[in-house]
């Protein structure tokens, strides 16, 4: 089995413990001396020259050995896979204020997109100094990774989860989840380093330290809101290489049926969301409702039939090509989002989306962009249709087309000539997107044209307006 006697790969008990709360907090063995240095680096370069936001990693050198410690690359690799990618995005956040901040969930570099419940994103809150309760960690709602809306009416909530601890501690979150900055009511300098990461293979086995192959519910939980037993089992499936594995797994009369469309419309997210993945188990019935329900006027209860589908297996498929043509833009988004996560299942959609590209709406092929690269075939359809989206007058389909191209990798390689214009692009994420995109293709074409970007572009650590040259 996967990572079967590694201890920095995660347990099964941790796995479970991520798939229902949504995070773990964890701890590197740094000495005090490293995180002295990587705090004074970090306090000279905020008071000299400001935050350097996505420059954070190469300005302040001493932070790469963080993410090469085998605790974070077993924790990333347990979630993401061996294959997962840093992404270009990352931030310092420093915090003196006694002010607590909002709950929010982070965006995807201003990009609005559906979320998606499986954990192809993750994040790591990196705190480099002794962070107690006073210093204002990172607060986060345990179990509210997969609701799209705040399911609390109080800021205030007994169930806050804080990331404190000594030097070192970190938090590895599920991208979606619900979180805050907390009050600093000591004052003192506080960091918390931010990075993204992004898996770009799907699972085809377990990447965790695993030894029960089924699931079961962890022993215990801070789950707040509700069970989501076939939410859970699905997504420890999914990790585990499975694929539509709920899919006509239980036995639904008509009025059961019924009874779960209506609470669809449930104001309380939680059971309206065990009703979409539960209609998802009951077969051609259930993948019917869903596909009406996909249709429904209410936004939030097309958005939940769209989880449904997505985990529904083939039996969805035809009707989500079908729903490629509706008239309302969000149906259509969302019908592509469910076929997404279908991964090679929906390759049959592909020429399909690929012809939507000529005139669809911005959002729609945003959305297709990625799609792409997660159905993944046929191969040569989908990079063609990425070498398009490479194209497009619009940023957020250009960067998305690098992810993309990322995840289908040596196979790309016909996408190499337009990457390298992408090189040069005005969006600083299409640059990026693209430079990993060229690493994760591999070929002796991709690799000249990166190596090539990479010289002309390095990066000095130490210039600073205070230090431009000498020594």
Not at 78 to 86: A, C, E, F
Not at 115 to 129: E, G, L, S, V
Not at 137 to 150: A, E, H, K, M, V
Not at 205 to 212: H, Y
Request: hydrophobic residues 40%; proline residues 5%; aromatic residues 8%.
């Amino acid at each position: 089995m996967a990572g079967e006697n590694n201890p920095l790969l995660l347990t099964d008990e941790q796995m479970r413990r991520f798939i229902t709360d949504g995070f773990l907090v964890l701890k590197t063995d740094f000495s005090n001396e490293f995180h002295e240095r990587l705090n004074e680096q970090l306090l000279k370069v905020y008071e000299e020259e400001g935050n350097p936001g996505n420059n954070l990693l190469p300005r302040v050198t001493e932070l790469q050995r963080v993410f090469e410690h085998p605790v974070i690359t077993g924790a990333l690799t347990s979630v993401l896979g061996p294959d997962y990618m840093l992404h270009a995005h990352r931030h310092g956040h420093y915090n003196a204020s006694s002010v607590p901040g909002g709950w929010h969930k982070d965006s995807y570099w201003g990009y609005n997109r559906m979320r998606n419940h499986h954990p192809w994103w993750a994040m790591i809150m990196y705190f480099p100094q002794d962070t107690p309760a006073e210093l204002g960690p990172t607060g986060i709602l345990p179990g509210t990774q997969n609701y799209d809306s705040r399911v609390f009416e109080s800021d205030e909530l007994d169930q806050e989860v804080l990331a404190c601890g000594d030097a070192g501690t970190f938090a590895l979150i599920h991208y979606d989840i619900w979180h805050r900055a907390t009050p600093n009511t000591l004052g003192n300098p506080r960091f918390m380093l931010k990075f993204e990461f992004m898996r770009t293979k799907a699972p085809t086995k377990p990447s965790w330290n695993n030894v029960e192959g089924a699931w079961k519910l962890p022993e215990s939980t801070s789950a707040l809101f509700a069970q989501h037993n076939v939410m859970w089992e699905e997504t420890w499936n999914w990790l585990s290489g499975k694929i539509g594995s709920m899919a006509s797994t239980a036995t639904c009369s008509s009025d059961l049926i019924e009874n779960k469309l209506s609470l669809l419309e449930d104001e309380f997210e939680p059971v309206a969301l065990n009703a979409a993945y539960e209609l998802a188990c009951c077969g051609k019935a259930g993948v019917q409702s869903l596909l009406s329900s996909l249709q429904h006027d209410n936004s939030n209860v097309s958005r939940l039939a769209a989880y449904g589908l997505s985990i529904a297996g083939k039996e969805a498929i035809p009707g989500l090509i079908q729903a490629l043509d509706h008239s309302r833009t969000t149906t259509v988004v969302r019908a592509i989002f469910a076929l997404s996560e279908q991964r090679h299942q929906a390759a049959e959609a592909v020429p399909a989306l690929n012809r939507l590209l000529e005139n669809a709406s911005v959002i729609v092929r945003r959305s297709i962009a990625e799609a792409l690269g997660m159905i993944g075939s046929p191969v040569k359809d989908a990079v063609d249709g990425l070498i398009c989206c490479l194209q497009d007058e619009d940023a957020q389909v250009r960067f998305m087309a690098g992810l993309s191209l990322s995840r289908i990798g040596a196979s790309a390689d016909p996408a190499v000539p337009q990457l390298e214009i992408a090189l040069q692009d005005e969006n600083r994420y299409v640059r990026a997107h693209a430079a990993e995109a060229l690493r994760y293709i591999g070929t002796e074409q991709a690799n000249k044209a990166l190596i090539t970007f990479l010289f002309n572009s390095r990066w000095c650590p130490t210039t600073t307006p205070a230090n431009t040259f000498y020594p």
